[in-house]
């Protein structure tokens, strides 16, 4: 017996389709069926009344840290937290113990999100056996296990002959590369951005350099051997700069920039608070405008949440010895909203084509779309919903956030992965009808 879904009046936005306009959204077997259908009898309707109903977002590149970093996140706890941000889709990134690197340790983590039966998870497989940058992964095999892509996620491979190889061996089987840009020479040991802050603090620093010395290396070689590249978590204006030049050359090359790179920057390391230690390290104003511009003029592709879970043991201690990371699943929507879209930066279709379909596009998987027949990976948000961000009530185990008390607006209603609600607001319970 087939189970019928009606949406009622809702701003339905799609991006894939550019279309942005109230109508009904009717969901049967799991699968949009059609856009404004007319009188339905016998469906379950939900009232989407001053909502936005979009497609479920895409999260491209994510830490879920199981196996091996329990204590951090689960693969459980980390699809959690995704369906409560509006994310239906995943991108698991390699940094596990071991790490994913052999289709068995692939198999391990689709179980796992089979089993968690919430966000669909999408593995990213290693470049580089044991992610050490000395020898090429077994890429054939784990393409075939179903790898979306390729990274050796926080060890970005500083062999350019060996990502020279990477590239042009993932366009045997049309995978995307995915590298942060980081020359770690420049960077080990640094806490922070390289400023006029660091300086008056007097802590090691991280030169934009760092960055922006390998994004231009690795453009060249996307260049030079036309695979396909994606750079993440763009944090700095030279970076923004060199892949504006490329894209204008016709380079086929992506990028990502983490929303907390829009909004923040180095002055909240005067608090010396761990739950700013982040990386790449929150820049300075003149760089955070930049991620903005390059957002606004697509030389900047795709939004990421910038989840990189650690556990709150490991952020208690010293700024200088606690590691890297934030939870950032929980409050991406919302930080994208309250500082772009309500601030004019972006309309709201602009925004979710960042949030779903572009990061789809990239890891070419079957999400970011309301078409007729896609996958009803839907999110309902409510614009106008103001809340504090509280670190503490996170699904995800990672209670640290650089957003700790901030007032935020909008806020996902329901989560939907394939027809199925996997997360519903308080809210939004007398919605239903």
Not at 276 to 287: A, C, E, G, Q
Not at 318 to 340: I, V
Not at 376 to 399: G, L, Y
Request: charged residues 25%.
């Amino acid at each position: 017996m087939s189970t019928r879904l009606l949406i009622r009046g809702g701003r339905v936005i799609d991006p894939s389709q550019r279309k942005d306009r109230i109508t009904d959204l009717l969901v049967e077997d799991g699968r949009i069926a059609a856009w404004d259908p007319g009188r339905i009898e016998s469906a379950q309707v939900f009232n989407a009344e001053g909502l936005i109903i979009a497609p479920g977002l895409v999260e491209l590149h994510a830490e879920l840290r199981e196996p091996g970093w329990e204590e951090d996140e689960t693969i459980e706890t980390g699809l959690r937290a995704a369906v409560r941000g509006g994310f239906t889709s995943v991108g698991c990134l390699p940094n596990t113990e071991p790490p994913i690197d052999t289709p068995a340790g692939m198999q391990f983590v689709q179980a796992k999100a089979r089993q968690a039966k919430l966000a669909k998870a999408y593995v990213i497989a290693c470049i580089s056996q044991n992610r050490e940058g000395q020898q090429l992964a077994e890429i054939g095999g784990l393409a075939e296990t179903g790898a979306v892509a390729f990274s050796d996620a926080d060890r970005p491979v500083q062999n350019a002959a060996l990502f020279r190889r990477a590239l042009q061996y993932c366009q045997m089987f049309d995978r995307p590369v995915i590298n942060f840009p980081d020359v770690q020479e420049l960077s080990r040991r640094g806490v922070m951005h390289e400023g006029l802050v660091s300086t008056v603090l007097g802590l090691p620093a991280i030169p934009s350099a760092a960055e922006d010395v390998m994004t231009g290396r690795d453009l060249r070689l996307a260049e030079a051997t036309g695979g396909r590249l994606h750079l993440a978590n763009i944090s700095s204006g030279g970076s923004v700069e060199l892949i504006r030049r490329f894209k204008a050359r016709g380079i086929p090359v992506t990028a990502s920039t983490s929303i907390v790179h829009c909004v923040l920057t180095d002055e909240t390391l005067r608090s010396f608070e761990t739950r700013f230690k982040i990386h790449p390290p929150l820049r300075d104003s003149t760089d955070v405008e930049s991620c903005v511009s390059g957002l606004i003029d697509q030389t900047i592709d795709v939004i990421s949440s910038g989840h990189a879970p650690r556990a709150a043991e490991k952020k208690m201690l010293e700024l200088d010895r606690a590691p890297f990371g934030m939870s950032g699943l929980e409050t991406c929507l919302s930080l994208a909203a309250t500082y772009l879209v309500r601030t004019g930066r972006l309309e709201w279709l602009s925004l979710l084509e960042r949030l779903s379909t572009a990061p789809a596009r990239v890891l070419d998987i079957p999400a970011g779309s309301l078409q007729e027949g896609a996958a009803a990976d839907i999110v309902a948000i409510d614009p106008q919903a103001e809340w504090t961000v509280q670190p503490q009530q996170f699904a995800s185990k990672c209670n640290s956030s650089p957003l700790d008390g901030e007032r935020l607006y909008g806020q996902v209603a329901v989560t939907w992965v394939d027809g199925q609600p996997a997360f519903r607001s308080d809210e939004a319970a007398d919605r239903w009808l």
